[in-house]
């Protein structure tokens, strides 16, 4: 089966979609990534790419196809906006020229926010004859609103028609919440929509034994954030419940990571005098086994908002497969699977009070009760988001949307 993985983010930047491209071509298939230049989370383009021209590298089996983009920068709403539709232009005119001697069986859309670079799927499908898959990973409009990004009422009920006419172009919706299945099959008109999760990362799957590249405090206990500071994270939160806790409490909070709030967290944590928060900066995916394996619980936190709600970051599948207790500070349906798993702790959305009070009574436990919560988590993982067994669903997926195509076509 020869698959196009059309995604404007992918391989050195850190993102799920560069595991499930692995895991397809163990399941045999012949995998082509069509995807911009590397500048996530920083904004500059890392070293050896360059923004402009067509470049093409091989990894692990597959091919790379990268088109220009303007790079996101140091941030801004406007910068950002051009950074996304760059790519969504040149993968949609720049793109079929440079597959232009191939031929795929599917395309496959990483459907992260913004789902507009769909379109350009919709364009290949088009050009290729190929069956059309999208996993939705976002809510569109809702989390437009949801951020604060576009707020007027006009602006997000045209958005809500261009995704309505992006989702009934596609011959599969796969979405990575049970919870999205009502929302998206409610603008999918005929399309089918399937469940799909998010699978855990492959490096992160097994236990790193290497020497870390962080040292956590052994005296005391540690509480890991890992992944984008950014707004839907809530780490205002995160702070206010470390100040609630006090700088004689065991507890200390490591934020790692880097986003669009890195810098107003670092001038927070210095004029609130928070000693025991953390902020150690960006880790290689390869190295956070290792620093996870020190952790004695892993923190996942995200604003309040009924998109919110729906949605299951997918740290939490890194935090199960790591077999350490989690605490989730957010609603719905993420909190649900941590509940569910038996993994840890569950606080209210934006809730200082009630995260300060789990961490404490997390951390009040023994130490068998919470590898028990690892022990469940971990067992949980294997049951849900084992990588190669979503890899060989995700195949069984594809091959039913290209059939289906083939008999609407007959």
């Known amino acids: 089966m020869k698959i196009l993985l059309l995604s404007q983010h992918f391989w050195p930047e850190s993102f799920r979609i560069n595991e499930v491209a692995q895991s397809l071509v163990e399941q045999g298939c012949e995998v082509t990534v069509l995807t911009g230049?590397?500048?996530?989370?920083?904004?500059?383009?890392?070293?050896?790419y360059r923004a402009g021209g067509i470049q093409r590298e091989r990894r692990d089996g597959y091919e790379i196809v990268r088109v220009p983009l303007l790079p996101r920068g140091a941030g801004g709403a406007r910068r950002l906006v051009q950074n996304y539709l760059s790519f969504l232009f040149c993968a949609s005119v720049l793109g079929p020229w440079a597959l232009r001697a191939q031929r795929f069986d599917a395309i496959f859309v990483y459907g992260t926010s913004p789902i507009l670079q769909a379109i350009a799927g919709i364009v290949l499908k088009w050009l290729k004859g190929a069956a059309l898959v999208a996993w939705v990973q976002d809510l569109w409009p809702d989390s437009l609103e949801m951020t604060g990004f576009v707020k007027n009422r006009r602006a997000l009920a045209a958005v809500a028609v261009v995704v309505r006419w992006i989702y009934r172009r596609c011959d599969l919706l796969l979405v990575q919440s049970r919870a999205f299945l009502v929302p998206v099959r409610a603008m999918a008109g005929a399309t089918p929509v399937d469940y799909h999760p998010n699978p855990g990362d492959r490096e992160t799957a097994s236990v790193a034994l290497d020497e870390p590249a962080l040292r956590l405090d052994a005296q005391a206990f540690n509480i890991v954030f890992a992944g984008n500071l950014g707004t839907v994270q809530a780490l205002e939160a995160v702070l206010d419940a470390a100040e609630q806790l006090g700088s004689a409490s065991p507890v200390r909070w490591w934020l790692i990571g880097s986003?669009?709030?890195?810098?107003?967290?670092?001038?927070?944590i210095e004029a609130r005098g928070l000693s025991r928060v953390m902020l150690p900066g960006r880790f290689e995916p390869a190295q956070m086994p290792a620093i996870f394996a020190q952790a004695d619980a892993l923190l996942v936190s995200l604003c309040k908002g009924p998109?919110?709600?729906?949605?299951?970051?997918?740290?939490?599948?890194?935090?199960?497969?790591?077999?350490r207790p989690i605490l989730a500070a957010m609603d719905g349906e993420g909190a649900r699977v941590v509940a569910e798993a038996g993994a840890g702790m569950a606080s209210p959305a934006e809730d200082a009070a009630a995260l300060a009070a789990a961490a404490r009574q997390l951390q009040s436990l023994n130490a068998e009760a919470r590898q028990a919560m690892g022990v469940a988590g971990r067992r949980y993982y294997e049951e849900h988001f084992a990588p190669d067994m979503l890899a060989r669903a995700l195949v069984a997926q594809f091959d039913c949307a290209i059939k289906n195509r083939e008999s609407a076509e007959k």
Do not use: C, D, H
């Open 307 to 323: 998109a919110m709600s729906l949605t299951i970051p997918s740290k939490i599948q890194a935090y199960l497969a790591a077999g």
């Open 37 to 48: 230049k590397p500048n996530y989370p920083e904004g500059q383009v890392f070293p050896g």
């Open 259 to 268: 986003g669009a709030r890195s810098a107003w967290l670092a001038e927070q």
